[in-house]
């Protein structure tokens, strides 16, 4: 057991990271004592029955009361709500951190909310599956996964190397960074993929020449890699997408000139620029492999068969 | 050991499938003999050094003799010339399949060169890795996969008969489709998924402001399930694309009409829009998962962690 970084630790929001959090800061001995707050009672009596935490309350500024670190782990659309409602009773000292997928707007939506005697750093851990909700969650989610922060200058040095710290004892590595570079390289690695993802699932599902059973059925042809990125909670991008616009719609318009050059290409038979862009690419996959982000395994080494 | 189906099988090409097919049927005694013929001096010799067959040589029609089975593993661009060095050398009664990934243009190149004492029934196994080369083979490959024929109206049915018990031999569930249906669902399950992989990560290469060190790092977020499939053969997809045409560029102005429209709802902050759109396309992933097309583990069950 570590020793506590934190002594009572308010979690806002316990989804599929919310709940991650609580299992490890438990099992870690992070915090010696875990308040969790949601909206949905519903939610919350899931968060009760799974023993998620030592105090529950639909109020988040009930759950943030005497907190030495606050979490909210939210859709990035809630967070000026919640910084409104839990402003007023924010602890003196306190650390105010989140878990957001856009940085810039978090930070627009929270940081006038929030009292000056409070440090606020906005965090990002690079961790999740497609699967949300309480029971989804599990402690080695931030295991071998990076964890931005965005610190605005002027913010305390020791609450950031404090959070790092909590960080690194969920098993994360911290990189810090600017919150409109983080947003940016959001939009490519992760807002991008997930919008294409999407996409191409839809335009699967309108087709009339093709049944969707067909769709189905030779699904590992291909396009089942992009069916896990589509079934992402959709309320979660949806506010990914309103509020990282600028660098989404900036990436969409680049994305779309390559393929209409790729899609002339195809057009006109010019078999040797297809070559070249099919060439070009494997030498990522191979950077990526090699800097332990995927694993080499055939087929992502899916264990799982049609029989 | 199951009683041999053929007689003589010649495999020309010796790739990722040919060399799985090898493998199999030296497992499961789906021949007496196998002859391997492949181009490259260069492949052949691994073949060789890997004991995939009873005899090797680099021209086909040395190949195809005296086989009862012929199955063309090659890109689907190389199917006429195939056709015509073995054409002279097919014996009488044999059968003739592919594993070409488009059907229409394979029919188009092979069929006017083949005699009429032979059997032509144009097949496609479902199945793949992003990895190729005869070493990249496994005899399991085809094992609960779904494996297309084609065959042209009129063909004799016991060739059919047979080639289907091959490859439920193999492992697989054998399907028969028209080939311009064939075409027409690939293109949406398979080719354009791996189209828009290639585009996505070519994109992504390109960026000023966001260093391919960082693309790599932050991976994990979604972009590098993309990776996987843009680091299939190059070669391979070229000729996908140019004999697949009509079908991709069909799924493509589908898909890009699509986009615009998301791109759009993205502009002007339509998040309701967004929410039906993120939201429909779910109940696919589950159906998907439902159909045993892949398994429900979180992150396709990677195993491998950053450290």
């Keep these: 057991m570590a020793t506590p970084i934190y002594d009572r630790i308010a979690l806002i929001g316990i989804g599929l990271i919310g709940s991650s959090l609580a299992r490890v800061i438990r099992e870690k001995g992070l915090g010696n004592e875990i308040s969790i707050a949601t909206r949905s009672a519903e939610t919350l009596d899931e968060a009760r029955r799974l023993g998620l935490g030592d105090s529950y309350s639909t109020a988040a500024a009930e759950a943030v009361r005497d907190a030495d670190l606050v979490i909210v782990s939210v859709p990035v659309g809630a967070s000026e709500s919640v910084a409104k409602e839990i402003s007023g009773a924010l602890k003196s000292g306190a650390t105010v951190t989140d878990v957001g997928s ?19 750093v906005p965090g990002h851990p690079i961790a999740g599956t497609e699967q949300s909700g309480p029971s ?16 605005e200058p002027g913010v305390e040095p020791d609450a950031v190397a404090r959070l790092t710290r909590f960080w690194e004892a969920c098993g994360s590595t911290v990189e810090q960074m600017d919150k409109d570079h983080h947003d940016m390289v959001l939009a490519i690695v992760s807002h991008l993929p997930h919008i294409i993802a999407y996409n191409i699932v839809g335009t699967a599902d309108d087709l009339e020449t093709v049944t969707k059973s067909e769709v189905i ?91």
Tied chains: 1, 2.
């Design 217 to 307: 059925k030779y699904s590992a042809s291909g396009f089942r890699d992009f069916t896990r990125l589509a079934a992402s909670d959709p309320i979660m991008w949806r506010d990914v997408c309103l509020h990282n616009k600028d660098a989404i719609l900036e990436m969409l318009a680049r994305f779309s000139e390559d393929l209409s050059s790729l899609q002339r290409a195809i057009r006109w038979g010019d078999g040797d620029k297809l070559f070249d862009i099919f060439s070009h690419t494997r030498s990522i996959r191979r950077s990526i492999v090699e800097a332990g982000q995927d694993i080499s395994a055939p087929d992502f080494g899916r264990i799982g068969k049609k029989d």
């Design 136 to 151: 989804a969650g599990f402690s080695t989610l931030f295991e071998g996964r990076w964890c931005i922060l965005t610190p």
């Design 102 to 120: 856009t940085k810039a707007s978090v930070v627009r939506q929270m940081a006038p909310h929030l009292p000056a005697d409070v440090h606020f």
